[in-house]
């Protein structure tokens, strides 16, 4: 579908829905701007894809059971019931697909384009990680079994979308474990956005759905250089930018002694640098007899986003050592 009024509109509610729970101050303005955004997103998971409308139902069902018992946590809490907390925080982990919850997510994502790829796992998630820091709670569980889950389960998958979604997974571990500092973890998707609609951007431009497309196509050099440089930022390899937010919850973690946690964030970052690199390592290796000069014949287009990858970190850490 290109860009319409209805598409204008429904993208202008959803936003209207996220500003609606962000800025509210009771917990049924929250549920009411919950459902505003989701209402609005339905529309626009339609696409030329066969399994799209599947997939909206499946999506609706999923966030309908998670809106209820969000819902009933609520009346638990009017009522002083202990397990209101419990059952606001497990249907906040349904709405943003963390694990255990996550097979959803993985389903859906494969009956979408890369544009509602993009609003599923960056904006809707805003509202949901929100409420869950307003409750100020940190679930260790669920963020060691996401950060375990993104990491392991995304190495076998030949899928370019199963791979953004287990990414997903994996990065709500990092959100999550520091959602009691809130300009820490707006910083983290923030970066994390950007870095996806980088990604998102080459994979629609190169039209690659499966890793073996990469290397069986014939993409010239510069463009394959260029793809392998944001993966290798999405992955959070030093000096790319995807190190930054990285880097600042490590620090946090330090301060705050949570060691364990800290340990499992590098080892399982290891396993995930492995298979974003290795996504576009062998398509590189294919071109390693070409003439290297000529690499100075880089458009302007392609080389923008991957000096923004490689030059922010190291001007943000010029600005933060002179002040």
């Given at each position: ?24 101050n ?11 955004s989701?209402?609005?997103?339905l ?10 409308s ?5 999506y ?9 018992m ?16 419990f ?6 982990m ?12 993985l389903?859906?994502?494969e ?7 993009f ?5 809707i998630k ?12 940190l679930v260790?569980i ?8 993104g ?10 979308r199963?791979?953004?979604g ?11 474990s ?22 998102i951007f080459?994979?629609?431009k190169?039209?690659?759905?499966y ?6 196509n014939?993409f ?5 250089i260029?793809f ?8 959070g390899v ?23 946690l ?5 080892i399982?970052?290891?396993i995930?640098m492995?298979?974003?690199i ?7 290796m294919i ?10 014949s ?26």
């Amino acid at each position: 579908m290109m860009l319409n009024s209805t598409k204008l509109l429904y993208n202008t509610t959803m936003i209207i829905g996220i500003m609606v729970c962000i800025c509210s101050n009771n917990w049924m303005m929250m549920w009411s701007g919950l459902e505003i955004s989701l209402m609005s997103f339905l529309p626009l998971m339609i696409s030329k894809n066969l399994l799209s409308s599947e997939c909206m139902m499946k999506y609706f069902i999923i966030q309908g059971m998670s809106s209820s018992m969000l819902m009933l946590g609520f009346m638990f809490m009017l009522m002083t019931i202990k397990m209101s907390t419990f059952f606001m925080i497990t249907s906040l982990m349904l709405k943003i697909g963390m694990s255990p919850f996550h097979n959803w997510v993985l389903s859906i994502i494969e009956g979408l384009d890369y544009s509602a790829i993009f609003i599923l796992l960056t904006l809707i998630k805003i509202s949901p990680l929100m409420i869950l820091a307003y409750i100020n709670i940190l679930v260790w569980i669920p963020v060691m079994l996401s950060l375990v889950v993104g990491a392991t389960l995304g190495i076998n998958q030949n899928s370019m979308r199963k791979i953004l979604g287990y990414s997903s997974i994996y990065n709500l571990g990092f959100t999550c474990s520091c959602i009691s500092e809130m300009s820490l973890w707006l910083i983290y998707m923030m970066i994390y956005s950007f870095m996806l609609l980088c990604v998102i951007f080459m994979i629609q431009k190169l039209n690659v759905h499966y890793l073996n497309q990469i290397m069986i196509n014939d993409f010239n050099l510069k463009t394959k250089i260029s793809f392998w440089l944001m993966m290798m930022s999405f992955g959070g390899v030093p000096p790319m930018l995807g190190f930054l937010s990285k880097l600042m919850l490590f620090e946090f973690m330090i301060l705050n002694k949570q060691i364990l946690l800290l340990l499992l964030m590098m080892i399982s970052s290891l396993i995930v640098m492995f298979y974003y690199i290795r996504s576009t390592y062998m398509s590189i290796m294919i071109s390693s007899i070409l003439m290297k000069w000529n690499l100075l014949s880089l458009s302007y287009s392609l080389i923008l986003l991957t000096v923004m990858n490689t030059t922010v970190l190291s001007i943000l850490i010029l600005v933060k050592s002179l002040y």
